[in-house]
């Protein structure tokens, strides 16, 4: 970098061109220089005098230096002198007095010039006098004025800024202190109070530098710290914290430079268009993913440990602001702890590096005093301390195995303390199996958290399953929960679930053998550890049959009932299942999956309690929903035989399948509406498993089911299920649950709409043709391959395929369309989307209504892989 040629150019060779191409230059040298190595530090400082030199060039092109009484002055992160590729340049404009007219088309040009150079410019031109009223009023303001730095012009100017920004009525620290704390607050509650994220912003997320930037701030405001040493000067940043806060900003620098060198428009987000890219950058290898999780779980790591910092130096600065340095007077607990008002305290220095099983008798003390929120500073920094020297694992030493297991039994611990515990790194510090998984994430659209976060998350909804409050939103785990005998193997199991990512292999399988050995060490029963590591080696079990299974057969719920074996293991595993999926993604649990799990969950109990020797008998069940329908017709004015003669004409499948209130609902329809020869579309009115039910009679045709589907696609539909039945005379008696984009059930204005436009493309006969349409953006990143299987089952009648996709748009059309062109008939389809992948279950037989053959499978498992990949992005 030559910031002389900078300061020497001439009047003549400052052009818009000229300039463009200098820092296009500079910006590709830096960007070489990052890639080669160089450190991160210095490039942020060089760009910064670098945009000095450029500034105070073009302020003397322009003559500015001859005023007398002004200032260019950097102001925010320009203030700082930290300058990424594509940071904002913040400046500020300063006079004693206003302007003269004449200079005010200067000022103009001057910033042009910059927007022109494509500088991302913030600019404001402000008197002495008006800096000092907006930034009284505005908190922003006053932030960027307090680390502001002048660039050039006058000395005097900017000093005198300084003296009414340093006046004791201009922000006192205590409300600045107040006033940033509930900014913070407010910053992460846009990001649900969590840092790990899918796309994370390396500025803004909770633990990113935002929370740096905010120690600096009341710092600087409060004891005139101008940076980060200074703060150990006065006692509240230990030299030990000082590096780590430098260690962790230096490596989300290397984050956000990596970043930015790769985008065109300035962006904090990591988002997953760059991700691969930034690790790339950044020097980590590994195969397929690898990078990218290695990277981020060193990111993840990043902003725990300044989280932790943030909050314990923040409790330090309300002490020294609020409370004038004053101690809350202690209440005593025990010969270890004491309270000091919210927060819990060790009453002698050393504590846990003379006894480390006593940092678990600290969470004890929480468990049982609700109103203790947290850890005081000095404790914390004893903990940080010890947690870092400790030569074994918390859960090597006996009595500390007490001690945990005296935890998971106590009723509250749910309530707050392994929130804590996580937080703080106990977890960490007792279980070797959770060091592994801390900011451990997987590069895909299910797993919105780390592991690490997904369980404390699992474990907090579990604990919401004791209140009634959230009885209509988890109606079956409010009822079961309080009847557990034992909870805390539930909540062990819950620790143990997904322990085993990130190592390779079948991470229900290590966990499992892991939770066994850890149940064993802790003393528990054989029974008691044989049930928590069948559920976690299980966790996933009554999920995929709920969604991936034909649950309605009774044949499944038979074999399902079997591998839960009684009604204790079917009672823990549905709370497990529930905390887990509400725990993935806050999107993820709705009215769908309630209705399913729900279904699958009474329907094994009722045949665990008949007895898995006595298994359901689908003639009774035929018989029960016949009868129990044609009484309600009956009462409702139907002529018995007329409703027999109806029924006569459907195959035993249909009455199986379907519920005698949806028996009701179509023989009503088409009794009442169908006229001879033409299409019957209902939908109804009320919520069917959290979507709306379409349900389609007319004469059978070719490619139904695809036109059908087509549309719903073409209309941005959801489809959850399908079923799809013949009667003895050809007429289709065809079901689809399917809600709107925001899984929404469809609002009762849509419905004639929708039965119009079905109606008219199955009477148009023809295939409707695939809407095209453009891949969503969290799609296009990621890469699924087309994998379809052919799943056994006990009879004969039918051919199940499973299918494992890229959940693009058209998807089920497309299959749809695939099987029309084969003659291949499709009687029943489960819809389940993971994240970015689609894993949907058909029903289907051959043209002559057999199971499918080997070399049908075949061309079709063919033709299918061809299809979608016509769909996937390029």
Same mark, same amino acid.
């Not at 006079?95 to 022109?116: A, H, Q, Y």
């Not at 945990?404 to 303390?417: E, I, T």
């Given at each position: 970098?030559?910031?002389?040629?900078? #300061?020497?150019?001439?009047?003549?060779?400052?052009?818009?061109?000229?300039?463009?191409?200098?820092?296009?230059?500079?910006?590709?040298?830096?960007?070489?220089? @990052?890639l080669?190595g160089? %450190?991160?530090?210095?490039?942020?400082?060089?760009?910064?005098?670098?945009?000095?030199?450029?500034?105070?060039?073009?302020?003397?092109?322009?003559?500015?230096?001859?005023?007398?009484?002004?200032?260019?002055?950097?102001?925010?992160?320009?203030?700082?002198?930290?300058?990424?590729?594509?940071?904002?340049?913040?400046?500020?404009?300063?006079?004693?007095?206003?302007?003269?007219?004449?200079?005010?088309?200067?000022?103009?040009?001057?910033?042009?010039?910059?927007?022109?150079?494509?500088?991302e410019?913030?600019?404001?031109?402000?008197?002495?006098?008006?800096?000092?009223?907006?930034?009284?009023?505005?908190?922003?303001?006053?932030?960027?004025?307090?680390?502001?730095?002048?660039?050039?012009?006058?000395?005097?100017?900017?000093?005198q800024?300084?003296?009414?920004?340093?006046?004791?009525?201009?922000?006192?620290?205590?409300?600045?202190?107040?006033?940033?704390?509930?900014?913070?607050?407010?910053?992460?509650?846009?990001?649900?109070?969590?840092?790990?994220?899918?796309?994370?912003?390396?500025?803004?997320?909770?633990?990113?530098?935002?929370?740096?930037?905010?120690?600096?701030?009341?710092?600087?405001?409060?004891?005139?710290?101008?940076?980060?040493?200074?703060?150990?000067q006065?006692?509240?940043?230990?030299?030990?914290e000082?590096?780590?806060?430098?260690?962790?900003?230096? @490596?989300?620098? #290397?984050?956000?430079?990596?970043?930015?060198?790769?985008?065109?428009?300035?962006?904090?987000?990591?988002?997953?268009?760059?991700?691969?890219?930034?690790?790339?950058?950044?020097?980590?290898?590994?195969?397929?993913?690898?990078?990218?999780?290695?990277?981020?779980?060193?990111?993840?790591?990043?902003?725990?440990?300044?989280?932790?910092?943030?909050?314990?130096?923040?409790?330090?600065?309300?002490?020294?602001?609020?409370?004038?340095?004053?101690?809350?007077?202690?209440?005593?607990?025990?010969?270890?702890?004491?309270?000091?008002?919210?927060?819990?305290?060790?009453?002698?220095?050393?504590?846990?590096?003379?006894?480390?099983?006593?940092?678990?008798?600290?969470?004890?003390?929480?468990?049982?005093?609700?109103?203790?929120t947290?850890?005081?500073?000095?404790?914390?920094? #004893?903990?940080?301390?010890?947690?870092r020297?400790?030569?074994?694992?918390?859960?090597?030493?006996?009595v500390?195995?007490?001690?945990?297991?005296?935890?998971?039994?106590?009723?509250?611990?749910?309530?707050?303390?392994?929130?804590?515990?996580?937080?703080?790194?106990?977890?960490?510090?007792?279980?070797?199996?959770? %060091?592994?998984?801390?900011?451990?994430?997987?590069?895909?659209?299910?797993?919105?958290y780390?592991?690490?976060?997904h369980?404390?998350?699992?474990?907090?909804?579990?604990?919401?399953?004791?209140?009634?409050?959230?009885?209509?939103?988890?109606?079956?785990?409010?009822?079961?929960?309080?009847?557990?005998?034992?909870?805390?193997?539930?909540?062990?199991?819950?620790?143990?679930?997904?322990?085993?990512?990130?190592?390779?292999?079948?991470?229900?399988?290590?966990?499992?053998?892991?939770?066994?050995?850890?149940?064993?060490?802790?003393?528990?029963?054989?029974a008691?550890?044989?049930?928590?590591?069948?559920?976690?080696?299980?966790?996933?079990?009554?999920?995929?049959?709920? #969604?991936?299974r034909?649950?309605?057969?009774?044949?499944?719920?038979?074999?399902?009932?079997?591998?839960?074996?009684?009604?204790?293991?079917?009672? @823990?595993?549905?709370?497990?299942?529930?905390?887990?999926?509400?725990?993935?993604?806050?999107?993820?649990?709705?009215?769908?999956?309630?209705?399913?799990?729900?279904?699958?969950?009474?329907? &094994?109990?009722?045949?665990?309690?008949?007895?898995?020797?006595?298994?359901?008998?689908?003639r009774?069940?035929?018989?029960?929903?016949?009868?129990?329908?044609?009484?309600?017709?009956?009462?409702?004015?139907?002529?018995?035989?007329?409703?027999?003669?109806?029924?006569?004409?459907?195959?035993?499948?249909?009455?199986l399948?379907?519920?005698?209130?949806?028996?009701?609902?179509?023989?009503?329809?088409?009794?009442?509406?169908?006229q001879q020869?033409?299409?019957?579309?209902?939908?109804?009115?009320?919520?069917?498993?959290?979507g709306?039910?379409?349900?389609?009679?007319?004469?059978?045709?070719?490619?139904?089911?695809?036109?059908?589907?087509?549309?719903?696609?073409?209309?941005?539909?959801?489809?959850?299920?399908?079923?799809?039945?013949?009667?003895?005379?050809?007429?289709?008696?065809?079901?689809?649950?399917? %809600?709107?984009?925001?899984?929404?059930?469809?609002?009762?204005?849509?419905?004639?709409?929708?039965?119009n436009?079905?109606?008219?493309?199955?009477?148009?006969?023809?295939?409707?043709k695939?809407? &095209?349409?453009?891949?969503?953006?969290?799609?296009?990143?990621?890469?699924?391959?087309?994998?379809?299987?052919?799943?056994?089952?006990?009879?004969?009648?039918?051919?199940?395929?499973?299918?494992?996709?890229?959940?693009?748009?058209?998807?089920?059309?497309?299959?749809?369309?695939?099987?029309a062109?084969?003659?291949?008939?499709l009687?029943?389809?489960?819809?389940?989307t993971?994240?970015?992948?689609?894993?949907?279950?058909?029903?289907?037989?051959?043209?002559e209504?057999?199971p499918?053959?080997?070399?049908?499978?075949?061309q079709?498992?063919?033709?299918?892989?061809?299809?979608?990949?016509?769909?996937?992005?390029?």
């Amino acid at each position: 970098m030559d910031l002389l040629s900078i #300061q020497q150019l001439s009047d003549n060779e400052i052009s818009i061109a000229g300039l463009k191409q200098r820092l296009a230059d500079f910006s590709e040298q830096q960007k070489q220089q @990052f890639l080669a190595g160089y %450190s991160v530090i210095d490039l942020v400082a060089e760009r910064s005098l670098y945009m000095d030199a450029l500034l105070a060039r073009l302020w003397q092109h322009y003559h500015f230096d001859s005023i007398e009484g002004i200032s260019l002055v950097a102001v925010g992160g320009y203030g700082r002198q930290e300058l990424h590729p594509l940071s904002d340049i913040d400046i500020l404009i300063l006079s004693k007095r206003p302007l003269k007219k004449e200079w005010i088309p200067k000022v103009s040009e001057f910033v042009t010039l910059l927007w022109d150079l494509r500088l991302e410019v913030g600019h404001s031109v402000r008197t002495l006098k008006e800096c000092y009223s907006v930034a009284k009023e505005d908190l922003t303001v006053a932030t960027n004025l307090l680390e502001s730095r002048l660039i050039c012009g006058s000395q005097d100017c900017y000093a005198q800024l300084n003296q009414l920004l340093n006046k004791k009525d201009f922000w006192p620290s205590e409300v600045f202190y107040k006033a940033k704390l509930e900014e913070q607050k407010e910053r992460h509650a846009r990001y649900h109070d969590t840092g790990y994220n899918l796309e994370p912003d390396i500025k803004s997320s909770p633990g990113g530098l935002r929370d740096i930037h905010t120690l600096s701030w009341v710092a600087r405001c409060h004891f005139g710290a101008t940076c980060l040493i200074e703060m150990s000067q006065h006692g509240f940043l230990t030299d030990a914290e000082y590096r780590e806060l430098q260690e962790c900003q230096n @490596f989300l620098w #290397q984050i956000r430079f990596a970043l930015h060198i790769e985008l065109k428009r300035y962006d904090n987000r990591l988002s997953f268009a760059y991700q691969a890219k930034v690790a790339e950058n950044l020097g980590f290898t590994g195969e397929r993913n690898q990078p990218v999780e290695r990277m981020m779980k060193e990111f993840y790591r990043t902003l725990r440990r300044i989280t932790e910092l943030n909050k314990m130096l923040l409790k330090l600065f309300d002490q020294a602001i609020i409370n004038k340095g004053k101690l809350t007077p202690a209440e005593i607990l025990d010969d270890d702890f004491q309270r000091r008002g919210h927060l819990i305290e060790a009453r002698k220095p050393a504590l846990f590096q003379a006894r480390p099983e006593t940092i678990l008798d600290m969470f004890i003390h929480i468990t049982n005093d609700a109103s203790i929120t947290g850890v005081s500073p000095p404790t914390l920094r #004893q903990l940080r301390t010890a947690r870092r020297r400790l030569n074994k694992f918390l859960h090597d030493i006996p009595v500390a195995r007490e001690k945990f297991l005296q935890l998971v039994r106590h009723p509250n611990v749910l309530s707050n303390a392994f929130r804590l515990m996580h937080q703080h790194g106990v977890l960490a510090a007792y279980l070797p199996q959770w %060091s592994q998984i801390v900011g451990q994430m997987q590069f895909d659209l299910f797993h919105v958290y780390t592991v690490d976060e997904h369980t404390i998350r699992l474990l907090k909804h579990i604990h919401s399953f004791s209140f009634a409050k959230n009885h209509e939103r988890n109606p079956i785990c409010c009822e079961v929960l309080p009847r557990i005998q034992k909870p805390e193997l539930l909540i062990i199991a819950a620790i143990f679930h997904d322990i085993g990512k990130g190592r390779g292999g079948d991470h229900s399988e290590i966990g499992e053998g892991e939770a066994l050995q850890f149940c064993t060490e802790l003393g528990l029963s054989k029974a008691e550890a044989k049930l928590v590591a069948w559920l976690v080696k299980n966790h996933l079990m009554m999920s995929v049959t709920a #969604q991936k299974r034909d649950i309605q057969d009774p044949e499944v719920i038979t074999e399902f009932a079997k591998k839960v074996r009684n009604e204790e293991y079917l009672e @823990f595993l549905v709370c497990l299942t529930v905390a887990d999926i509400c725990a993935t993604n806050p999107e993820f649990w709705n009215s769908w999956k309630r209705s399913l799990l729900s279904e699958l969950f009474y329907s &094994t109990q009722r045949a665990l309690r008949r007895g898995l020797e006595h298994p359901a008998d689908a003639r009774e069940r035929i018989r029960h929903n016949q009868q129990q329908a044609s009484l309600i017709l009956q009462a409702r004015g139907f002529d018995k035989k007329e409703v027999d003669l109806l029924w006569q004409r459907f195959k035993a499948d249909y009455f199986l399948r379907h519920t005698h209130q949806q028996l009701v609902w179509h023989t009503e329809g088409i009794l009442q509406k169908h006229q001879q020869g033409e299409t019957l579309i209902l939908a109804s009115p009320t919520t069917t498993r959290g979507g709306t039910e379409v349900f389609v009679y007319t004469k059978d045709q070719p490619v139904l089911f695809a036109s059908i589907v087509a549309e719903l696609d073409r209309r941005n539909y959801n489809i959850h299920d399908a079923q799809v039945m013949v009667s003895r005379d050809g007429y289709v008696l065809d079901t689809f649950i399917i %809600s709107d984009q925001n899984n929404k059930p469809l609002g009762i204005d849509c419905h004639e709409r929708l039965a119009n436009q079905l109606r008219l493309i199955i009477n148009d006969g023809r295939l409707t043709k695939i809407k &095209t349409r453009r891949t969503p953006r969290n799609l296009v990143h990621f890469k699924v391959k087309t994998i379809t299987e052919f799943v056994e089952t006990k009879n004969n009648k039918h051919t199940m395929m499973e299918l494992v996709a890229l959940d693009t748009p058209g998807l089920l059309a497309s299959v749809g369309a695939t099987f029309a062109e084969f003659g291949i008939h499709l009687h029943a389809a489960k819809i389940t989307t993971i994240g970015e992948r689609a894993e949907d279950l058909f029903i289907i037989t051959s043209p002559e209504y057999l199971p499918l053959n080997d070399d049908l499978k075949q061309q079709l498992c063919n033709k299918l892989e061809i299809n979608l990949t016509k769909l996937a992005p390029n």
